[in-house]
């Protein structure tokens, strides 16, 4: 069908920079929304990042300034760009795409989430 796949996850100090990549992959005829969301350990997952397919952005107040989300529509692939992370940014990541894809019958909009990378921002 459709599957998401994250990469960049990891270990990084206060005040560093990682950037997360996200593949989407499958029968995609064309992705309406991509973005990224956490959940930290005891916390509800939240909204991080979202890009819709004109590239209209959408930041939490959390990580506004700070992050940057951004696509390459040739690869279906969307980046979280992540500078002067906290140790608040600690989560699980998880990619996100709303997607029009091809049942092998006809076309449908569905929601997929990839598995989720680590990240942890700690000293």
């Known amino acids: 069908q459709v599957q998401l796949v994250e990469s960049g996850g990891g270990l990084v100090q206060p005040g560093g920079s990682l950037r997360l990549s996200c593949a989407a992959s499958g029968s995609i005829f064309s992705i309406n929304v991509m973005g990224w969301y956490r959940q930290a350990p005891g916390k509800q997952r939240e909204l991080v990042a979202t890009?819709?397919?004109?590239?209209?952005?959408n930041y939490a107040d959390s990580v506004k300034g700070r992050f940057t989300i951004s696509r390459d529509n040739t690869k279906n692939t969307v980046y979280l760009q992540r500078n002067s992370l906290k140790p608040e940014d600690t989560a699980v990541y998880y990619c996100?795409?709303?997607?029009?894809?091809?049942?092998?019958?006809?076309?449908?909009?569905?929601?997929?989430w990839g598995q989720g990378t680590q990240v942890t921002v700690s000293s």
């Open positions: 890009i819709t397919n004109g590239g209209s952005t």
């Open positions: 996100y795409a709303n997607i029009k894809y091809y049942s092998g019958v006809y076309y449908k909009n569905g929601d997929f």
